[in-house]
């Protein structure tokens, strides 16, 4: 499968080989990965590399570690602006709108953990090429000191595994539930419709031209749901 790593060396290496540490296929994923997380500068690329190392690891080599914020500033302020638009374009129709069952899908999925406050990733976690996101965020989480952080993931993590991979490091958390766990959804549902709320809250804003409707009741999970499940 293509992966981040071969759309940068597709770029022709301008760096003197004798002269130089790093590899040009080396240095643009962990520029472009910063980039993805919201990084501002070469400063964090060098942050990024040095926090996301396992993880480069598993995609890139890098020889000789993390580069120096003054060799990213060196390799970006001499890149051509055209080919490396051209590098992105290509990989981002290789990211977007393909299904991990689709027929004839190579595309790259990757599971992120971001901080809401601040909008910060915070982990990156790589979908195996047989799999999908449901094995890769179990994996994510053993991987982040989440501490006694609310834990909220869609209706992909909603699966015994990543409950208890949450539960061993924080007692919140907040899974979605769907229609494609019929039988948990409707033992929800009822649960809710038999006991009485503990606490409501319903609040309102107009947004995008409509105006929307958030109203959360909780009751307790023993009422809801069967120990079984």
């Given at each position: ?160 595994d990543t409950a208890g ?21 409707n033992d929800a549902s ?40």
């Amino acid at each position: 499968m293509d992966s981040i790593y071969s759309y940068p060396s597709s770029i022709e290496d301008f760096c003197m080989e004798k002269k130089c540490f790093h590899k040009l296929s080396d240095i643009l994923p962990t520029g472009l990965l910063t980039c993805l997380s919201h990084g501002e500068d070469y400063e964090d690329m060098v942050l990024s590399g040095n926090t996301r190392e396992r993880f480069l690891k598993e995609m890139i080599p890098p020889a000789n570690g993390i580069p120096s914020h003054d060799t990213f500033n060196r390799v970006f302020s001499g890149l051509e602006p055209d080919l490396l638009r051209q590098c992105l374009n290509n990989y981002g129709r290789k990211l977007k709108g393909v299904s991990p069952g689709s027929r004839g899908n190579t595309g790259l999925y990757i599971v992120n953990a971001r901080v809401a406050e601040n909008r910060l990733c915070t982990g990156q976690k790589r979908a195996d090429d047989k799999s999908n996101e449901i094995t890769a965020v179990p994996c994510l989480i053993e991987e982040l000191d989440i501490g006694d952080a609310v834990v909220s993931i869609d209706a992909v993590g909603c699966q015994r595994d990543t409950a208890g991979r949450i539960v061993e490091k924080t007692d919140h958390y907040l899974l979605a539930l769907k229609q494609n766990q019929p039988d948990l959804l409707n033992d929800a549902s009822c649960g809710f419709m038999a006991c009485p709320p503990e606490s409501v809250c319903e609040e309102w804003e107009y947004d995008h031209g409509r105006y929307e409707t958030r109203k959360c009741s909780i009751i307790k999970a023993k009422d809801a749901v069967p120990e079984k499940i």
